[in-house]
């Protein structure tokens, strides 16, 4: 079946720092990869997707490209801030027509910013 | 445009009781998805509904159940409450349902079993 594996966190970083966070995935086909984000006590947020094999999703200064070679779709942004201390989730949706609807995550890694 | 709504936010139930939870999808979206999320288990896919009809379940017992309404409008049931069912239950909506779309999270029901 499809699986998505995060780094472990949980991850702690000064303000202005540069980010990774690495994500390796499992699927038949050809899926969509997502990075969602929650901030506490909400729901999820979509940061950014990329839907085929090179694509490079970006927002808000964060950006993942999408590397079929190495089934990996690792978060990066370049100098982070205190206002992006949240969770941090991998998801894929598999492209075969028997998975409607189905978002599989990693396991979330959480970033803490320090001032 | 309004964003998913779930209601109702905040739940407290007891062993073996039942309860039911709502989700509006944002206006045109047809397919809604839910989601239990647990410390332990993370997230995991429950089931999703399209034009009424259940599409796809996840790995969950027949206690869970939902349904969706004309009006896309979707609503979960747990029958026989269990302390393992604690959890934060998160409904999704996306436009259609195709790999590529995007599935847009509501805030969720934070639902505790005493």
């Known amino acids: 079946g499809n699986s998505v594996t995060q780094m472990e966190g949980p991850v702690t970083l000064s303000e202005e720092a540069f980010l990774t966070i690495n994500c390796t995935y499992t699927?038949?086909?050809?899926?969509?990869l997502f990075w969602y984000v929650q901030y506490p006590g909400e729901g999820l947020q979509l940061l950014l997707k990329a839907t085929k094999a090179d694509d490079k999703g970006s927002n808000k200064g964060f950006e993942a490209t999408y590397r079929k070679e190495t089934t990996s779709f690792h978060l990066e942004k370049g100098s982070v801030q205190v206002s992006d201390s949240a969770v941090y989730f991998c998801a894929l949706t598999d492209a075969g027509g028997t998975s409607y609807g189905k978002l599989t995550f990693g396991q979330g890694t959480i970033l803490t910013v320090h001032p | 445009k309004a964003g998913v709504t779930q209601t109702p936010r905040y739940l407290i139930k007891t062993r073996g009781q039942q309860v039911t939870l709502s989700c509006s999808p944002i206006s045109g979206h047809r397919s809604v998805s839910w989601y239990q999320q647990t410390p332990g288990q993370g997230l995991q896919f429950l089931f999703e509904y399209f034009s009424e009809t259940q599409r796809n379940k996840g790995n969950f017992p027949g206690r869970f159940s939902g349904r969706q309404f004309s009006n896309s409008r979707s609503e979960m049931n747990v029958s026989t409450l269990e302390l393992g069912d604690s959890a934060l239950y998160l409904c999704a909506s996306s436009l259609e349902v195709g790999p590529t779309d995007t599935q847009y999270f509501g805030p969720g029901t934070r639902l505790t079993v005493l």
């Open positions: 699927a038949t086909g050809y899926p969509s």
